[in-house]
Each structure stands twice: as C-alpha cells, then as structure tokens.
C-alpha cells in the first residue's frame, strides 16, 4: 500500500474508534513460553516471570465476559505459544463455549500443531485460527521465525486445511504473513498456494511492541491517531496482571489484577489513558508512547479463497 492510501486508511480508522464500555478485543496469555525466538518479536527480551494460565482464572474471565459482553473477542494470544499447552487450551476453549462466549480465536506459530491437535482444535466452536508463516522459502520462513522449521509448519497447516475440507465446516484457517525487508518478493507464490488450499492470506505491517523495534512504516508523527489498539484491547498475563496496552508487555503500567479486580473495574481504570488518544493529548501520555509506532499499522489485508478451493465450503 502506497503513504497515500496508508494515510488515507488510518484516517478512516481514526474516525471510527470509540471509546467501548468493555474490550471489543480480549487477549489471553495461556502460556508466556514460546519455543521459537521470532526475529521481529520482544519475547527473548522479557524480563517478567514466565508461567501457564490457571484455568480458575480463565473461568472467572470467561464468566465475566459472558454475562457482559459474549460477543467479545477472545483471542488466545500475546505473549507467548498457546500449544505448548494444547489440552489446557482445548479445554478452556470448551470451558469458554460452555458459558457462552460466542467469538474465540487463536494465535500459533504451528509448530506444535501435530494431526491430533488439529482434529482436537476443529472440534471447539474456535471462530479464527491464524498461524504466524512469513515466508515461502525455508530460507526465508527461518531467518524470521528463529527455531522454526518451514517444511514442518507447512505440512501442519496444510493438514489442518484438508481435515477442515473434509469435515465441511469450522473456524476460519488464516496464515499470516508479516512484510518485513525482504519477505515481500515471495508473497505472490506464498499467497497462491495458500489460497489454493483454502486458507485466508492476511498480510500485515510489522508492530514495534511499543517501540522496542524499527519499522518501515513511513508514516509522520504529526499524522498521529488515537492508537486503536490502546481502544480496543484489554491483555491479561497469565498471572492476572492486565498492562496498560500491548506495549507494555512487562506490565510495568498495569492496570490492576483480574484474580481480585473484576475486568470491567480494571477497563475502567484504564479509561482516562484512552481519553487522551481520543483527545489527541499524545503529548500528555506515558513516556512510552514516544517511540511507540505501532498506531501506524493500520489495518491487515485479508485475501480470502475461492469456493473450489474451499471444497464448496468458504469461510
């Protein structure tokens, strides 16, 4: 996308963000493990204690937000492998369809996603499953994806995406690719064979997790909107912490914690940082916002297959 029509872009985002009386957008740390040490991610940088979601904490969320708001969306991602610990998650994503959560999706690198964790995720009411895949060459997927292995991810997904054919129905598969220096010259062949096998291609920009990263992202800082993620999104760690926003992914700014803080009490206290991106008081926000580019990256592109190559069945 061209500065023009990026600029133009994040001027329609801009005019349409709110300020929610509860999250549109529920971020859920499983696991604060990862097993890849992805070349654009902050996590080898992490300085806070690692460690696994309780479900007792995973019920009190999913309650709340189904008695509040069950449409949210609840996404098991942010800072860490959600399948390093596949059958807790089945069994939260289960837990959370129980009590009527109607929207959940997940995040994964796939390299965990073996057959029977893929037929065990197609029988969960998941709405979304994106897997992180930046390349087509191995050359390419492994220079960013750290400890990744190409060949094996892809023959994950495309096992995933036969499974779901042959069943009919299920969550929409979304592979996404994140333009970076040099990825870009292989996305026509990434996106053609990912289309023809059913999957949605969701290209992106690269975040700078609250400045911890450069970007190519040539956008001016007097072009400046209220970021959409700090609108938006709500993050939970898996110790209950909630940070301000994804940037602070050490929770250094953290609104309070959900083990004793009900989510609505901790969305609200978050309320007067919101005011002041919908305000345009940038100059009045944490320091952290500074460096921060990640209000820049406007919207992914989402290119979705043909009939034929869903089986008859498009998400």
Same mark, same amino acid.
């Given at each position: 996308?061209?500065?023009?029509?990026?600029?133009?872009?994040?001027?329609?985002?801009?005019?349409?963000? #709110?300020?929610?009386?509860?999250?549109?957008?529920?971020?859920?740390?499983?696991?604060?493990?990862?097993?890849?040490?992805?070349?654009?991610?902050?996590?080898?940088?992490?300085?806070?204690? #690692?460690?696994?979601?309780?479900?007792?904490? $995973?019920?009190?969320?999913?309650?709340?937000?189904?008695?509040?708001?069950?449409?949210?969306?609840?996404?098991?991602?942010?800072?860490?492998?959600?399948?390093?610990?596949?059958?807790?998650?089945?069994?939260?994503?289960?837990?959370?369809?129980? /009590?009527?959560?109607?929207?959940?999706?997940?995040? &994964?690198?796939?390299?965990?996603?073996?057959?029977? /964790?893929? *037929?065990?995720?197609?029988?969960? &009411?998941?709405?979304?499953? /994106?897997?992180?895949?930046?390349?087509?060459?191995?050359?390419?997927?492994? #220079?960013?994806?750290?400890?990744?292995?190409?060949?094996?991810?892809?023959?994950?997904?495309?096992?995933?995406?036969?499974?779901?054919?042959?069943?009919?129905?299920?969550?929409?598969?979304?592979?996404?690719?994140?333009?970076?220096?040099?990825?870009?010259?292989?996305?026509?062949?990434? *996106?053609?064979? $990912?289309?023809?096998?059913?999957?949605?291609?969701?290209?992106?920009?690269?975040?700078? $997790?609250?400045?911890?990263?450069?970007?190519?992202?040539?956008?001016?800082?007097?072009?400046?909107?209220?970021?959409?993620?700090?609108?938006?999104?709500?993050?939970?760690?898996?110790?209950? *912490? /909630?940070?301000?926003?994804?940037?602070?992914?050490?929770?250094?700014?953290?609104?309070?914690?959900? $083990?004793? &803080?009900?989510?609505?009490?901790?969305?609200?206290?978050?309320?007067?940082? *919101?005011?002041?991106?919908?305000?345009?008081?940038?100059?009045?926000?944490?320091?952290?916002?500074?460096?921060?580019?990640?209000? #820049?990256?406007?919207?992914?592109?989402?290119?979705?297959?043909?009939?034929?190559?869903?089986?008859?069945?498009?998400?």
């Amino acid at each position: 996308m061209d500065q023009e029509n990026h600029t133009a872009e994040l001027t329609r985002i801009a005019s349409e963000l #709110k300020d929610p009386v509860f999250p549109k957008i529920f971020a859920v740390e499983l696991c604060a493990e990862c097993d890849l040490n992805c070349a654009m991610c902050h996590h080898d940088q992490m300085q806070r204690p #690692k460690g696994n979601l309780p479900m007792p904490l $995973w019920q009190k969320c999913a309650d709340e937000i189904a008695a509040t708001a069950p449409a949210t969306n609840v996404w098991f991602s942010f800072c860490g492998e959600p399948l390093l610990m596949p059958e807790r998650l089945i069994e939260m994503l289960h837990y959370g369809a129980r /009590v009527g959560l109607t929207s959940l999706h997940l995040n &994964t690198n796939g390299m965990n996603l073996t057959a029977s /964790v893929a *037929r065990d995720l197609l029988e969960t &009411t998941l709405s979304t499953i /994106v897997i992180g895949i930046d390349g087509y060459t191995a050359q390419t997927y492994e #220079k960013y994806r750290v400890l990744g292995n190409r060949d094996r991810v892809y023959a994950n997904v495309e096992y995933l995406l036969g499974e779901a054919a042959r069943r009919g129905n299920g969550p929409e598969i979304m592979v996404q690719f994140i333009e970076m220096d040099d990825n870009m010259q292989e996305f026509t062949r990434y *996106r053609d064979h $990912w289309l023809g096998l059913g999957a949605t291609v969701k290209l992106r920009r690269q975040l700078s $997790w609250g400045g911890m990263f450069d970007t190519a992202i040539e956008i001016s800082n007097d072009q400046r909107i209220p970021c959409p993620w700090a609108i938006t999104m709500m993050h939970l760690f898996w110790d209950g *912490r /909630v940070p301000r926003c994804p940037g602070d992914t050490e929770g250094e700014e953290a609104a309070g914690n959900a $083990w004793d &803080t009900s989510l609505a009490e901790l969305w609200a206290r978050l309320g007067e940082y *919101r005011q002041l991106h919908l305000q345009r008081k940038f100059d009045q926000l944490p320091a952290r916002c500074d460096s921060c580019t990640d209000w #820049k990256t406007g919207a992914a592109q989402k290119l979705r297959p043909t009939r034929a190559a869903c089986g008859g069945n498009p998400s």
